[in-house]
């Protein structure tokens, strides 16, 4: 996959649209102040590819600049030839969608939902989103730790960057599992023990105990329907007897409701001859108003045109204030202007003179920075002397550190494993008499565990028996000589006396027995557990001692290939340090030799570059080095010389422009002054006409408005009594309407009050049936006493209750036996369940056995760390101009050296620069081989690559190894964008982007290119 180019909008401080193109671009900076939004680019293209990045995860709404509604990106991108296109925006994702470009450049859709999207991005690229995150966007730090780090760090990393913590929770299942499996057989166990009741001789008796109960049901069943007939009798002569005196009740209610009819009739009739006396005094009090309307509205015109003759005096007496004001301003304006000239020409004459100034200044600047440019590169070649030398001895110094640390670490090594050899001696027969002690333990716990089973089934079997005792014992009960055998149906001659047994003691008895058993179980699981441990520490011990042996050997060989002896590995490296520190002296005067002239150039490289573009293009050619002080001083005195020319010059034309456009704004004023003029004299004439057309007038103001004032209050006075004549009109009718509803109300109830006297007589003839029918069914169902409708139900509800009891005894017992049967069945399934829980508990063990850290998963961190060894051994050959290759030894990176003869040594030993360049060639590795080696595909050929930071800790020595192994990388056809706040890195790679943060937004700028005017961004945010 490689970047074309990336537009962005709303997305984190990238406020407004900002586009980056990378279609042109080998080896590239993108460069900025911390916090300006580097690395949001980075997080921009992954989120536009997979919706999440990886600080945030899919919680990208946080990412929205703060303030607005959305953020939207689009990126570009080509693979293996092809062009493609991705949108995303947020919230919502609602313009997700991935396009591809056609031959004759059109833009064809290929997914238009986000997760579609993502789903054919992946198999585009071949990478997933943990997969692009380590191998594209390279974790610089990680891999510095994974070259230099210790064992338990690697396989850390590797085990995060290979997604292994998959196998270990593998094998965390795999062992739950078995858990899981191992404790559900023994439940079924469990459970098969209490079922062991359900016998064939208990089922037998089961079977007789519910054929007795099913006919003794039958037979209450029988009489139930007498019962019923003889409750609805007794219900519907109390429902009689009731309702008889119901009408009795409801007769006299009626009677009482005709009386208070006639009463009601009485009182309306009085409330009409109210109403209609009421009516007629409001009549005569309207007549003695005497209201005159016509009267009214003509005095209300009169008033309204005495007010229209005020109000159109008071707008001729502001026509005319108003007149008076504009002409005042005009002569103002005129003056102000003539003014303001004269200010515009002096401040112009000033403008010319302060620009000769900065022209005369600039010319002494550029002689000084000439000076200072020319003495500047001699310090530096003085600098590059001083720095070649210091560069001899350190290496001479770091051959003879290196041979010391080598022999030291050998005679540390060697001391180390033979301490590890005497310990590993003791362990191995330590761990040997811990086996043999484990052995006995478990040979005993195994002899226990047999001694529980067998007195757990004999307590089962007293149990067994005496369970059988018991319902023999049940079915005795009740039963007399001459009774039918509830088993056999045969008439019994004689009953044996029976003890009966002690169920109680024998199921106390079972429970001890179990419980011993259990603990037997555990004691021999334990003892089990113990004795493979014991093997396995033994097995591990005699290992050790073998390793310590071939390491002693292997160490001692060491030491006699290097031409030392083994026992003199202390003084070789003591001679080799004493060297090393001579070197380190050498190399201390030179960088103090080379930090001097270096410092003074880099002082005059400040201040010259401080003058910005003012000088661009200035040749050195023409001036001689000088004393660096001198020339510095000079340069400084220029510099603030032509500032201050510069500033005086630009005051000069800001003053100019302030004078010429204060004149322009008078002689606007003069121009608006005069139109307020005209416009006052208009409107004086327009108020004057207007006061004219209205004519003079000599009616008496005040008693018209008097006489208007009267006439309203006797207007006011009229209205009211209108309104009260309604409202007695209202009440009369209404009084009307009352008297004919009592009219009819008496009407309705005597009728009511005869009816309910007819419906009394026929309910009480209803009754006394209702009587003769209990009699008859009481004396059906042969009930003993006098016929009482009030106790037939009582004697329905316990039959009731008495023949539920007998169904729940049957239907109970017919439980038991269908129980007693499906446990039969279901102990037999339960055996089978728990022999399948026994086998899955073994093949989990095999396997969780296998995923072991010290097995599969560190099998496969070793033969990764081999297969990226070999990857990068090659890169970094390259990267290092065929000096060093990395190989692996002891679970530990190593470089062989080819300057040196191939000397193979530590990662430890390499200088600041050649780190990085090991820990870039080993992360390029695994960018290239991570889809292999992790599982997700073979390997692939990546065009692109960002490294982000990784710079900060370099001396300017590494930087340059750094960025010459940056230059080479990207000689072929790789992208190398490189993300960096340092500016020492930005200036050396010949290509940047920067990041320019203005408060709260950021923006792109490429140095040197010229922005395109009238381009809008492609990019659009749907609101």
């Not at 191992?182 to 016998?199: M, N, Q, S, Y």
Request: proline share 3%.
């Amino acid at each position: 996959m490689r970047p074309l180019r990336l537009e962005v909008r709303g997305f984190t401080s990238f406020r407004e649209p900002a586009t980056l193109d990378f279609e042109h671009r080998r080896l590239f900076a993108i460069t900025g102040p911390t916090g300006a939004g580097k690395s949001s680019l980075l997080d921009a293209m992954t989120w536009a590819l997979y919706g999440q990045v990886p600080r945030v995860g899919r919680e990208t709404r946080q990412l929205i600049t703060h303030g607005a509604k959305a953020m939207a990106v689009q990126f570009e991108f080509s693979v293996r030839g092809d062009r493609y296109r991705v949108s995303r925006q947020a919230p919502g994702n609602l313009g997700a969608r991935l396009e591809q470009q056609r031959a004759d450049g059109a833009w064809e859709p290929l997914e238009d939902r986000a997760r579609e999207v993502t789903r054919r991005i992946e198999d585009l690229l071949g990478l997933d989103f943990a997969t692009f995150t380590k191998t594209v966007l390279l974790p610089q730090g990680a891999f510095d730790t994974f070259l230099r780090g210790d064992e338990p760090q690697r396989r850390d990393i590797l085990t995060r960057l290979l997604g292994l913590e998959r196998y270990v929770q593998a094998g965390q299942a795999a062992n739950r599992s078995a858990s899981n499996s191992r404790r559900a057989a023994e439940v079924l166990r469990e459970e098969i023990e209490r079922l062991d009741a359900a016998t064939p001789e208990a089922i037998a008796g089961l079977e007789r105990g519910h054929a007795a109960l099913a006919a003794h049901f039958e037979v209450l069943d029988a009489r139930t329907g007498l019962l019923v007939a003889l409750a609805d009798h007794a219900r519907a002569t109390i429902e009689a007897e009731s309702a008889a005196g119901r009408a009795a009740t409801a007769s006299a209610e009626a009677t009482r409701d005709a009386e208070s009819a006639r009463d009601a009739l009485a009182r309306d009739e009085q409330g009409r001859a109210a109403s209609r006396d009421e009516r007629d005094r409001l009549d005569a009090d309207r007549a003695a108003v005497g209201y005159d309307e016509a009267e009214h509205r003509r005095l209300e015109r009169e008033t309204q045109m005495l007010d229209q003759r005020e109000a159109a005096r008071r707008a001729v007496d502001a026509a005319e204030a108003e007149q008076c004001r504009a002409v005042e301003a005009a002569e103002q304006a005129a003056e102000e202007a003539a003014r303001l000239g004269g200010e515009t020409d002096s401040a112009e004459r000033a403008r010319a003179q302060a620009e000769v100034a900065s022209r005369t200044a600039l010319d002494t600047l550029a002689a000084a920075a000439a000076a200072a440019l020319a003495t500047e590169r001699e310090l530096g070649e003085a600098a590059n002397a001083a720095d070649d030398r210091r560069v001899s001895a350190e290496l001479a110094a770091a051959e003879r550190d290196e041979e010391a640390r080598r022999l030291t670490a050998l005679d540390e090594r060697l001391s180390a494993r033979q301490e590890v050899l005497a310990a590993a001696g003791r362990e191995h027969d330590q761990a040997t008499a811990a086996q043999t002690a484990a052995q006995g333990a478990s040979d005993a716990a195994s002899e226990r565990l047999g001694e529980a089973e067998e007195r757990r089934a004999e307590r089962a079997a007293a149990l067994d028996l005496a369970q059988r005792q018991d319902a023999a014992m049940t079915l005795r009960q009740g039963l007399q000589p001459g009774d039918p055998c509830p088993v056999c149906g045969e008439p019994i001659s004689h009953i044996d006396p029976h003890i009966p047994p002690e169920l109680d003691a024998a199921r106390t008895a079972l429970d001890a027995a179990e419980a011993s058993l259990r603990h037997a179980r555990n004691e021999q699981s334990a003892g089990a557990t113990t004795l493979g441990a014991a093997e396995a520490d033994a097995t591990r011990a005699a290992s050790a001692v073998e390793r310590a042996n071939a390491d002693l050997d292997a160490i001692r060989a060491e030491a006699a290939q290097s031409g030392v002896d083994a026992d003199a590995l202390a003084k070789a490296a003591e001679k080799a340090s004493v060297a090393a520190e001579a070197e380190r002296a050498r190399a201390a005067a030179a960088v103090a030799e080379r930090d001097r002239a270096g410092g003074a150039a880099r002082r005059l490289g400040m201040l010259r570059a401080s003058i910005g573009d003012a000088l661009a293009g200035l040749d050195a050619a023409e001036a001689e080095p000088g004393e660096p002080e001198g020339v510095h001083a000079d340069l400084d005195g220029a510099i603030e010389e032509h500032r201050a020319a510069s500033a005086e010059a630009a005051a000069a034309s800001e003053r100019a422009r302030t004078a010429a456009e204060r004149s322009r704004e008078a002689h606007a004023n003069v121009q608006r002054a005069g139109e307020r003029r005209r416009r006052a004299d208009a409107e004086l004439d327009r108020a004057r006409e207007h006061l004219s057309s209205l004519g003079d007038a000599d009616v008496d103001a005040d008693a018209v408005r008097a006489a208007l004032t009267a006439t309203q209050q006797q207007a006011e006075r009229h209205r009211k009594i209108e309104a009260a004549l309604a409202t007695a009109a209202q009440e009369l009718a209404a009084a009307d309407a009352r008297v004919e509803a009592a009219g009819a109300a008496l009407a309705r109830a005597d009728a009511t009050s005869t009816r309910r006297a007819d419906e009394a007589t026929g309910a009480l003839a209803l009754a006394e049936d209702a009587r003769r029918g209990l009699a008859e069914a009481w004396a059906a169902a042969a009930v003993e006493g006098a016929p009482d409708a009030t106790r037939a139900p009582r004697l329905l509800d316990e039959h009731r209750v008495a023949v539920a009891a007998c169904e729940r005894e049957r239907d109970l017992a017919a439980q038991r036996l269908e129980t007693a049967r499906a446990d039969a069945e279901r102990a037999e399934q339960m055996r089978a369940d728990a022999a399948t829980y026994d086998g899955n508990a073994e093949l989990a063990d095999d396997l969780a056995h296998e995923l072991r850290r010290d097995r599969f998963i560190a099998y496969v961190q070793r033969e990764a760390m081999y297969l990226l060894a070999a990857d990068a051994g090659e890169r970094l050959l390259a990267l290092s101009s065929g000096r060093y290759r990395l190989v692996v030894r002891d679970e530990a990176f190593w470089v062989v050296d080819g300057f040196n003869g191939d000397e193979r040594r530590s990662v430890k030993t390499l200088s600041g620069g050649e780190t990085f360049l090991a820990s870039l060639a080993l992360a390029l590795a695994l960018s290239e081989r991570l889809p292999e080696i992790a599982g997700r595909g073979g390997a692939m050929s990546l065009e692109s690559l960002f490294l982000d930071e990784g710079f900060g800790a370099l001396d300017q020595d590494s930087l340059d190894t750094a960025i010459g192994g940056l230059e080479t990388l990207a000689g072929g056809q790789r992208l190398v964008g490189v993300i960096s706040h340092i500016p020492e890195v930005a200036e050396r790679l010949p290509d940047r982007v920067e990041v320019v943060k203005n408060g709260a937004t950021s923006r792109l700028v490429t140095p040197g290119a010229v922005p395109e005017a009238g381009v809008e961004p492609s990019l659009t945010v749907t609101p």
